[in-house]
């Protein structure tokens, strides 16, 4: 079983940043790529970022590229998402989410994911 926490969400002006962190903990020897979704009230769950354990390659849907940025400290079994220039449509609730064999399916689904955090709300005022 893997454990994940997420941390660092909140109420932020348009223009502003914000960084969200996530603690991987329990049997995390095995992680092959971590990501981050989210879901918007009455919308369905959407993929963010993700980055691959080993060798760290990114991925990002087109509309937060260029604004956020995925990182991990492998040392801390932690990934973090660097948000910047937030706008109100990024306003959603996000998760963090660990992959500890390889997925059949692209980074980009949930369904490449097995474990998943409980959420941290990000709320972005125009």
């Known amino acids: 079983q893997v454990q994940l926490v997420e941390s660092g969400g909140g109420l932020v002006q348009t223009g502003g940043s914000l960084r969200l962190s996530c603690a991987a903990s329990?049997?995390?020897?095995?992680?092959?790529?971590m990501g981050w979704f989210r879901q918007a009230p009455g919308k369905e769950r959407e993929f963010a970022a993700a980055?691959?354990?080993?060798?760290?390659?990114?991925y990002y849907a087109d509309s937060v590229k260029g604004r956020f940025t995925i990182s991990r400290d492998n040392a801390k079994n932690t990934v973090y998402l660097q948000m910047n220039s937030l706008k109100a449509e990024d306003t959603a609730v996000y998760y963090c989410?660990?992959?500890?064999?390889?997925?059949?399916?692209?980074?980009?689904?949930?369904?490449?994911?097995?474990?998943w955090g409980q959420g941290t709300q990000v709320t972005v005022s125009s």
């Open positions: 980055i691959r354990w080993s060798g760290g390659t990114t």
């Open positions: 329990g049997r995390t020897f095995g992680m092959v790529a």
């Open positions: 989410a660990a992959a500890t064999r390889v997925p059949r399916s692209s980074y980009s689904s949930p369904n490449a994911y097995n474990y």
